[in-house]
């Protein structure tokens, strides 16, 4: 029955099943983010201070719990039809859920207080990723010809991998080098990488698709070229050399400035492919940031932006970008119209105010006052997105078809 709510039916296909943890792991993270910043600026109630300490746990929780849900649920989703292959079985697909929020509740749980959180939570977030790559990287593997979108966000999960073990190492007591090596890690080697190889293939086909005449425009030396550049602002990032950030960063601006041009479709295009044009505007716009503070680090020596470049990245890219894909797979996928809904809408709208509140956080006078209020926004624009979903992927398909 099309009414009838199970959670039975998230084991139906990854996407239900990755998506549904994401959303969950998406509210929890952030509200008990937001309870510790009120709690930290207001003194309103008691919050524990954790180890590690909050603001590192936070990134880490967004960084390889909260995102990496939602990016497997997509890839163990589309990597067997990349590489023409049968879709993934199910016994594949649920360690990776069941370690993702199983990892997140526990760290969560050590946020608060319970002393063996965070180590376990370290502990079933490495069996979810270990899960996860293992039922990906055979596809590469079996494949007859050579899918490089694929093998790009391979490469990065592989990355990513390697900066959740970094923090495991920080976890067990290493030194505080290696929560800082995995936070940066997880950002330019994992998550960007990840996002653009997706927005490369992915939103010139969508466009293709809606617009009568639009020319879909990929060429792989886009692609070629992102990777030694991303990889040298992480690079120049872990050895702290701020100041030389620039010369990843301006080739950087220039080639997503480039990309946002030839991309946009200049015709009229429906709602829910302009949402996957405007969060990509996001990305000029955090190369501009990174930029400006690198030039003037060189020349002054301070700091001015602090981590504003950081979170146009994180909520203005990572959050739009989220938003729009995660409803647009929503939508197909449970036989829905390709249309955005008002959930879509609210939430796409009000993440872009929070992603300029909290880099206007940076440049205020009170900035714990302003984080609070844009992690407490991040929660009011996601929670109806977060309903809707949750009721889609506990519900059978519209149309009566399987998935």
Same mark, same amino acid.
């Given at each position: 029955?099309?009414?009838?709510?199970?959670?039975?039916?998230?084991?139906?296909?990854? @996407?239900?099943?990755?998506?549904?943890?994401? *959303?969950?792991?998406?509210?929890?993270?952030?509200?008990?983010?937001?309870?510790?910043?009120?709690?930290?600026?207001?003194?309103?109630?008691?919050? $524990?201070?954790?180890? $590690?300490?909050?603001?590192?746990?936070?990134?880490?929780?967004?960084?390889?719990?909260?995102?990496?849900?939602?990016?497997?649920?997509?890839?163990?989703?589309?990597?067997?039809?990349?590489?023409?292959?049968?879709? +993934?079985?199910?016994? %594949?697909?649920?360690?990776?859920?069941?370690?993702?929020?199983?990892?997140?509740? *526990?760290?969560?749980?050590?946020?608060?207080?319970?002393?063996?959180?965070?180590?376990?939570?370290?502990?079933?977030?490495?069996?979810?990723?270990?899960?996860?790559?293992?039922?990906?990287?055979?596809?590469?593997? %079996?494949?007859?010809? +050579?899918?490089?979108?694929? %093998?790009?966000?391979?490469?990065?999960?592989?990355?990513?991998? *390697?900066?959740?073990?970094?923090?495991?190492?920080?976890?067990?007591?290493?030194? !505080?080098?290696?929560?800082?090596?995995?936070?940066?890690?997880?950002?330019?080697?994992?998550?960007?990488?990840?996002?653009?190889?997706?927005?490369?293939?992915?939103?010139?086909?969508?466009?293709?698709?809606?617009?009568?005449?639009?020319?879909?425009?990929?060429?792989?030396?886009?692609?070629?070229?992102?990777?030694?550049?991303?990889?040298?602002?992480?690079?120049?990032?872990?050895? @702290?050399?701020?100041?030389?950030?620039?010369?990843?960063?301006?080739?950087?601006?220039?080639?997503?400035?480039?990309?946002?041009?030839?991309?946009?479709?200049?015709?009229?295009?429906?709602?829910?492919?302009?949402?996957?044009?405007?969060?990509?505007?996001?990305?000029?716009?955090?190369?501009?940031?990174?930029?400006?503070?690198?030039?003037?680090?060189?020349?002054?020596?301070?700091?001015?932006?602090?981590?504003?470049?950081?979170? *146009?990245?994180?909520?203005?890219?990572?959050?739009?970008?989220?938003?729009?894909?995660?409803?647009?797979?929503?939508?197909? @996928?449970?036989?829905?119209?390709? @249309?955005? !809904?008002?959930?879509?809408?609210?939430?796409?709208?009000? +993440?872009?105010?929070?992603?300029?509140?909290?880099?206007?956080?940076?440049?205020?006078?009170?900035?714990?006052?302003?984080?609070?209020?844009?992690?407490?926004?991040?929660?009011?624009?996601?929670?109806?997105?977060?309903?809707?979903?949750?009721? +889609?992927?506990?519900?059978?398909?519209?149309?009566?078809?399987?998935?």
């Amino acid at each position: 029955m099309a009414g009838t709510l199970s959670p039975r039916l998230l084991a139906n296909a990854p @996407h239900r099943l990755m998506f549904f943890v994401g *959303a969950s792991n998406l509210l929890l993270g952030m509200l008990w983010w937001t309870a510790w910043l009120v709690a930290a600026r207001w003194q309103m109630f008691a919050m $524990p201070q954790p180890s $590690p300490y909050a603001g590192w746990l936070h990134a880490y929780v967004m960084q390889y719990q909260m995102l990496p849900s939602f990016i497997f649920g997509f890839l163990l989703t589309v990597f067997p039809k990349w590489t023409g292959q049968p879709d +993934i079985a199910r016994s %594949r697909y649920l360690p990776v859920g069941i370690g993702l929020f199983g990892g997140q509740i *526990a760290t969560l749980l050590g946020a608060l207080g319970w002393p063996h959180g965070v180590a376990l939570g370290v502990l079933l977030t490495l069996f979810g990723w270990l899960a996860g790559l293992s039922a990906l990287a055979p596809l590469l593997w %079996r494949e007859t010809g +050579i899918t490089w979108h694929a %093998r790009s966000c391979l490469a990065a999960l592989v990355v990513g991998f *390697a900066g959740l073990l970094a923090w495991t190492v920080f976890v067990l007591g290493g030194s !505080p080098l290696w929560m800082f090596a995995s936070i940066k890690i997880g950002s330019f080697g994992f998550l960007l990488p990840v996002y653009f190889t997706v927005a490369h293939r992915m939103f010139p086909f969508f466009a293709a698709s809606a617009v009568p005449g639009y020319q879909a425009w990929r060429p792989m030396w886009v692609l070629a070229m992102f990777w030694p550049l991303v990889l040298l602002h992480l690079g120049l990032e872990l050895v @702290h050399a701020y100041r030389w950030l620039w010369l990843a960063d301006l080739p950087l601006l220039a080639m997503t400035t480039a990309l946002c041009w030839k991309w946009w479709p200049r015709q009229p295009h429906p709602a829910l492919l302009a949402v996957l044009f405007v969060g990509l505007a996001w990305l000029p716009l955090t190369f501009a940031l990174y930029l400006s503070q690198s030039i003037a680090y060189l020349l002054t020596g301070v700091f001015w932006l602090g981590r504003a470049p950081a979170h *146009a990245l994180f909520i203005g890219f990572f959050g739009s970008v989220l938003v729009a894909m995660v409803t647009r797979v929503t939508q197909g @996928h449970s036989g829905r119209p390709l @249309h955005l !809904p008002a959930a879509a809408w609210f939430a796409f709208v009000a +993440i872009q105010l929070v992603a300029l509140m909290r880099i206007v956080a940076e440049l205020a006078p009170d900035q714990m006052a302003w984080q609070a209020a844009a992690a407490a926004g991040w929660l009011l624009a996601f929670l109806p997105w977060v309903a809707r979903m949750g009721r +889609i992927y506990l519900s059978p398909r519209i149309d009566g078809r399987p998935g």
